[in-house]
C-alpha cells in the first residue's frame, strides 16, 4: 500500500525526533576518554535503521534536520560544522557500504561509519584551528570510533529485528 506523502514525512519526523532525543540523552553523559567531545554516537542508530529500511535521500533529511535541530538546542554554533561534517562523511561511507555489501555486516558498516565520523570532525578541526595539531587525536579516535561503531551497529542490527516493518516510511528506490 502506497503511503501518502503526509504519512511519510511523519514517519521522518518521528525518526529525527527520535535521533534529537538520544543525542540529547548522550550529551549528557561524561566523557568515555579525556579526548574533546568523544561519545558513541548512538544517535547513529537512528540513521542505521533508515539506511537499512529506506533510502539514502530520506536518511540524510533525517540526519540534516537531526544535526541543525541538535546544534541550536544543545550546541554553539561551531558544533553545527563539527556535526555536519562528521555527519555527512559518516553517512557517505555507510551509504556506500551498504549497496557493495547489500545492506549486510551492520556493524562493520557502523565500524567504517564511525571512523568515519571522527575523521570528519579531525578534518573541520584542522581547517578551524589551521594547524594538523588535531591529528593527534586520531589514534584515539580510530580505537574509539571502532568500537563504538561495532556497538552502535549491534544495537541497530537487533532494532531491526524488533521493530515492526510497517514503522518506517515506505521503501523507495535509492
Known amino acids: 500500500m502506497k503511503q501518502s506523502s503526509v504519512q511519510k514525512l511523519t514517519k521522518l519526523s518521528l ?5 534529537l532525543a538520544v543525542y ?3 550529551s549528557l553523559l561524561p566523557p568515555l576518554l579525556p579526548v574533546p567531545g568523544m561519545k558513541p554516537g548512538l544517535a547513529n542508530i537512528v540513521t542505521l535503521l533508515l539506511l537499512q529500511r529506506t533510502n539514502g535521500k530520506d ?3 533525517v540526519l540534516l534536520v537531526r544535526c541543525l535541530l541538535a546544534a541550536l538546542l544543545f550546541g554553539q554554533a561551531v558544533s553545527l560544522l563539527y556535526s555536519l561534517a562528521g555527519g555527512a562523511l559518516c553517512l557517505l561511507a555507510e551509504f556506500l557500504l551498504f549497496r557493495l555489501l547489500q545492506k549486510k555486516a551492520l556493524p562493520l558498516i ?3 561509519g564511525g571512523l568515519s565520523h571522527n575523521l570528519g570532525q579531525l578534518l573541520i578541526a584542522c ?3 589551521a594547524s594538523p595539531a588535531p591529528l593527534s587525536y ?3 579516535l580510530v ?3 571502532t568500537l563504538t561503531g561495532v556497538f552502535v551497529g549491534l544495537c541497530a542490527h537487533y532494532l531491526l529485528k524488533a521493530l515492526p516493518g510497517n514503522l518506517f516510511p515506505e521503501n523507495t528506490p535509492r
Open 143 to 145: 580505537i574509539a570510533g
Open 15 to 19: 525518526f529525527a525526533a527520535v535521533a
Open 24 to 26: 540529547g540523552f548522550e
Open 110 to 112: 557502523s565500524a567504517f
Open 138 to 140: 586520531l589514534p584515539y
Open 127 to 129: 581547517l578551524l584551528t
Open 59 to 61: 536518511t540524510a533529511l
